[in-house]
């Protein structure tokens, strides 16, 4: 199965070891991946904002640019979001019967968890991650995509790995996007309500499907030197650290 990966741009600018991380968990599992050269911005931010008009231009390139592919992968609940739901509406504003009969036979976007659960059929990637660890389930995998518990069974399928329940886990970390850059004080205060939690569980690591929302919470923990790192979830289903020597020893590791 060949899929188009969409890094969105976040993760090419500032967090690449997130998209490297489903690159390698993907081949590992068999799925031939593919990056498009031509995509750029889905247009996320500036439709959030109201601009759809302004957002045709990269509605076109991104149909260029996945046109082909039996799936996409997208490691990021908003922007897959974006493309599955805001799309369409971009394309009926224009008033172009063509581009709305385009985005309606696109390929199917997945984000990461419903791509490895539904697609593929797994559970268990074969991964390996020897620390406790907590989830924050982003508002949009959550209430735009509906993923569910797909996420927390990847998790807690994995080798080593220690879960702890987040508090108040379904409550919004505060970015939010353009939401951060205009209700700065807002957002920070909702930031620290869930940087709090995290340090409530005492797990060594947060993990979450969006950068965005990582960035925004990973950055609060590490002003207050929480001493909690964060990690895409791709990042730790991709983890084998540590397995080939453990396997040596004791057997498989459960």
Same mark, same amino acid.
């Not at 224009?94 to 559970?123: K, M, T």
């Not at 996420?151 to 702890?164: E, I, S, Y």
């Not at 960035?215 to 730790?236: F, K, T």
């Given at each position: ?5 969409? %890094? #969105? ?13 489903? &690159? ?10 593919? /990056?498009?050269?031509?995509? #750029?911005?889905?247009?996320? %931010? ?9 957002? =045709? ?8 640019? =996945?046109?082909? @592919?039996?799936?996409? &992968? ?18 009926? !504003? ?6 709305? !009969?385009? &985005?309606?036979?696109?390929? %199917? ?15 268990? /990637? +074969?991964?390996?991650? %020897?620390?406790? /660890?907590? @989830? ?15 996420? #927390? ?8 790995? !220690? ?27 909702? +930031? ?5 939690? =995290? ?5 060594? *690591?947060? &993990? ?9 919470? +990973? ?16 990042? *730790? ?18």
């Amino acid at each position: 199965m060949t899929v188009g990966l969409l %890094p #969105t741009c976040l993760n090419d600018a500032l967090f690449p070891e997130a998209a490297k991380a489903v &690159v390698h968990l993907l081949r590992r599992l068999g799925v031939v991946v593919d /990056v498009p050269g031509r995509q #750029t911005c889905c247009g996320q %931010p500036m439709i959030n904002s109201g601009y759809l008009d302004e957002a =045709v231009p990269l509605l076109r390139n991104h149909l260029a640019a =996945v046109a082909g @592919y039996e799936a996409i &992968v997208v490691p990021s609940g908003s922007c897959a979001g974006s493309i599955r739901h805001q799309h369409r509406l971009v394309a009926q !504003r224009s008033g172009d019967p063509a581009l709305v !009969r385009a &985005v309606e036979q696109a390929p %199917p976007v997945h984000d990461l968890s419903e791509f490895l659960v539904d697609v593929l059929d797994v559970v268990d /990637v +074969g991964a390996y991650f %020897p620390h406790s /660890v907590t @989830y924050h389930p982003t508002c949009h995998s959550l209430r735009v995509l509906g993923v569910g518990d797909r996420p #927390t069974r990847l998790l807690q399928a994995v080798r080593g790995l !220690r879960w702890t329940d987040l508090p108040a886990a379904e409550e919004c970390c505060g970015f939010g996007g353009t939401f951060a850059v205009k209700n700065p004080d807002t957002s920070i205060a909702m +930031g620290s309500d869930k940087a709090r939690h =995290v340090q409530e569980t005492g797990a060594e *690591v947060l &993990v979450a499907g969006d950068s965005s929302c990582l960035m925004h919470i +990973g950055g609060l923990l590490g002003r207050q030197r929480a001493g909690v790192r964060v990690m895409h979830l791709a990042e *730790v289903l991709a983890s084998t650290e540590g397995l080939a020597s453990t396997e040596g020893r004791a057997g498989p590791a459960r």
